[in-house]
């Protein structure tokens, strides 16, 4: 019963290329040091591209201090629920030039992709949603009350992500949110994203003496702050490689698994490293917590001369279990790298650094938005969809539901296992664009529980 869907978005697609490669040639990047010109480029042609697909509205949310959001809202029947659609408009910088094969703002259309940076991440979230939208209002109303929040600063920072969601609250207050900012396992292969890992990052400086001494005169009796911190690290994980933290939730994955196979080509990891830790991939990945160590502050090679250390630190970085409490978790890692120190060194936890703590989610895929949104997925893509989850973060998640009890959260998206999201030669692939925006347009018309559905 969804061909009429299916058909018009076919017959959709050349604009809805069109309307990508336009997003995709303004560089968005919302970092210090790029042109904030250029993100506020972004935010109105993707208000122009909500336009014209008839959200009549949509306009720009202004940041104090940030990069502009876009918003717009068209009314569906009294009784309908109202339905969030994210994306967002802002891109990672593009890396390296010369390791892209074509220009990264120039976008290129090649078997079936549309190369660029942010063609895929979250660009085509954008287009996702408008293409749904036009198709929806082919028919007249809308089926539910249809709100759009395109962020423009999701890829550089949090900072203004309450001011963002909280301070635009009455704005924002949806039923159901549809995160279009994930994607399937495979191309092809609908796939609900069921959970995101929560995160929190510190830094643990470790200090031996006020200030280097001989390491002829001295070494031997006193221990060197580098080797230290070292063994405080090294306990973080057991033996097998499973963290080691006491206190972390951890459990079995529900959802579809991960062959060990895939999962070690598609990380690139060396042949004879072995894969750390117990449990399934999607265990490990999903449901269990993973700390590592991201930098660290101890002399450089370069002008190291026979001192003994006295002071190194290292950033600590700790996902959680979806369904963990980061800042119980921050406290349990606080305890255990003090509890881990050798030698009575003095350890001392960085709170400044200013990384706070991330929530994780997990989507209750048992209730009937969620089963309409896996029947919708599955009709798109005329195959069963599966649940999948990411061992990312999404901030915006967590503020959504602490922010609208209650609120339903459904991500997903046109990303695919060759996207390279956030690396050079990123793309998306159009038959994903096309499937994702069909299945959007089947949810939204069910929810709605229209008979057509
Ligand atoms: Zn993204």
Same mark, same amino acid.
């Given at each position: 019963m969804s061909d009429d869907l299916r058909e018009r978005i076919a017959a959709d697609m050349p604009r809805v290329i069109e309307e990508l490669e336009r997003l995709v040639r303004i560089p968005s990047m919302g970092y210090p040091?790029?042109?904030?010109a250029i993100v506020r480029e972004s935010a109105e042609a993707t208000r122009d591209v909500l336009r014209e697909a008839?959200?009549?509205?949509?306009?720009l949310l202004e940041l104090d201090g940030g990069h502009p959001a876009v918003f717009g809202e068209l009314p569906g029947p009294q009784e309908a629920p109202t339905v969030l659609l994210y994306a967002h408009h802002d891109v990672q910088p593009e890396g390296?030039?010369?390791?892209?094969?074509?220009?990264?703002?120039?976008p290129v259309r090649k078997d079936g992709r549309l190369y660029g940076r942010g063609a895929a991440d979250d660009k085509s979230g954008i287009v996702e949603h408008a293409a749904a939208i036009r198709t929806l209002l082919a028919d007249g109303d809308l089926p539910v009350t249809v709100k759009v929040l395109v962020e423009g600063e999701e890829e550089c920072t949090t900072e203004h992500l309450p001011q963002l969601v909280e301070g635009n609250a009455d704005l924002l207050r949806a039923d159901v949110a549809v995160i279009a900012d994930g994607g399937n396992y495979?191309?092809?292969v609908p796939t609900l994203n069921t959970s995101i890992r929560g995160v929190t990052d510190l830094v643990v400086q470790v200090r031996v003496l006020p200030r280097a001494q001989h390491s002829g005169s001295y070494g031997g009796p006193v221990p060197d702050a580098i080797t230290a911190l070292a063994r405080i690290i090294a306990s973080l994980h057991d033996d097998e490689g499973n963290?080691?933290?006491?206190g972390l939730k951890r459990s079995e994955w529900q959802g579809a698994h991960i062959p060990e196979d895939e999962f070690r080509e598609e990380s690139g990891?060396?042949?004879?490293v072995e894969l750390i830790g117990s449990g399934t991939i999607a265990d490990r990945v999903f449901a269990g917590p993973a700390v590592a160590v991201l930098g660290v502050d101890a002399? !450089?090679?370069?002008?190291? *001369?026979n001192q003994i250390v006295p002071v190194a630190r290292a950033r600590v970085s700790l996902r959680v279990a979806p369904d963990d409490d980061p800042r119980v978790a921050r406290q349990a890692l606080i305890g255990h790298l003090r509890g881990h120190a050798p030698w009575g060194v003095e350890v001392s936890i960085d709170?400044?650094?200013?990384f706070e703590a991330g929530h994780g989610h997990l989507v209750d895929t048992d209730t009937p938005t969620s089963r309409t949104a896996l029947a919708a997925l599955s009709e798109a893509y005329g195959r069963d969809a599966i649940e999948l989850g990411s061992g990312g973060s999404i901030p915006l998640v967590p503020m959504l539901t602490r922010t609208f009890p209650g609120i339903e959260v459904l991500i997903w998206g !046109?990303?695919?296992?060759? *996207?390279l999201i956030h690396s050079v030669n990123e793309s998306v692939d159009l038959g994903e664009v096309e499937r994702i925006a069909l299945a959007e347009a089947l949810f939204l018309r069910r929810l709605g529980g229209s008979p057509q559905a």
């Open positions: 040091g790029y042109d904030p008839g959200v009549g509205d949509a306009r390296p030039l010369d390791q892209w094969d074509t220009a990264p703002f120039e495979r191309t092809g963290v080691a933290i006491e990891l060396l042949d004879q002399p !450089a090679i370069a002008g190291s *001369s709170e400044s650094a200013g !046109a990303m695919d296992e060759r *996207s």
